[in-house]
């Protein structure tokens, strides 16, 4: 069964439905297609042949092309050390190689993994940015921890698909535009400073000169604490997280 691969990734603007901006800083951009990414690795015990890699403007990661035995083709992220006409399996016996997928359960301690479950079946939501990755760090019962990239560590479902290796493109980060019109072929439009605006535009407008934001803490553009910790209390998640992340100095 063949399937597309790319669709017209439609423009929003920031624009939600009713026409107002929900994301400032968003507009313009090069006509893009959005390719359909298999995050969910479901096409079990198959065996796929890498047969191209490309890029891809909606993520920062490179992308591989999967041929499998039947005809179809799918892209997956691209971890480091995947070649063209390497294999890859998704399975709950497939061996520990980039690329391949398997339940958490069946990964040895200490492994680099990324593209992580949090839902059996839902398919992979965290650790799927370019040189991003995730380490399995020991088991509890039908759980097992992992050290995510932020240094939280984290209990997920041992049922939990997840794929191994360390994402490829590491070097991203330190890439630089080298002019204006890049970002906004990115689709990136200016910021300004809340300080430069008017205090009907920003709770830092306003002012006589050079005032400061007039303000013991900073606020965000919508007026909500811009500072210490934001997280809200009680979340859902809270129960699976065994350690926060490392405050940095």
């Not at 403007?57 to 063209?84: F, S």
């Not at 497939?94 to 990324?114: F, Y």
Request: proline share 5%; charged share 30%.
């Amino acid at each position: 069964m063949s399937r597309k691969l790319k669709i017209i990734l439609p423009k929003t603007g920031g624009r939600d439905r009713s026409g107002k901006v929900a994301v400032r800083h968003i507009g313009g951009r090069h006509k893009r297609f959005l390719r359909l990414i298999d995050f969910r690795r479901d096409k079990k015990d198959v065996i796929g042949k890498v047969v191209g890699f490309e890029y891809d403007p909606n993520r920062t990661v490179d992308i591989a092309l999967i041929q499998y035995g039947d005809g179809e083709k799918r892209y997956i992220l691209k971890p480091e050390g995947l070649a063209l006409q390497s294999e890859v399996v998704s399975g709950e016996d497939a061996e520990i190689k980039p690329g391949n997928a398997l339940p958490i359960a069946k990964i040895p301690i200490g492994t680099v993994v990324h593209n992580i479950e949090l839902t059996p079946g839902r398919g992979g939501q965290i650790v799927r940015s370019a040189g991003s990755s995730a380490m399995v760090l020991s088991r509890e019962d039908n759980f097992t921890h992992i050290k995510m990239p932020s240094g939280e560590v984290r209990r997920i479902d041992s049922r939990c698909f997840v794929t191994i290796g360390q994402l490829s493109n590491v070097e991203w980060k330190n890439r630089k535009l080298g002019k204006a019109g890049r970002s906004r072929h990115m689709g990136i439009r200016p910021s300004v400073r809340g300080v430069a605006m008017d205090p009907r535009s920003h709770p830092h407008g306003g002012g006589e000169g050079r005032s400061g934001i007039g303000m013991t803490t900073p606020k965000t553009y919508y007026g909500r604490p811009a500072v210490g910790k934001t997280r809200k209390k009680g979340k859902y998640s809270d129960k699976y997280i065994v350690s926060r992340r490392k405050a940095k100095r």
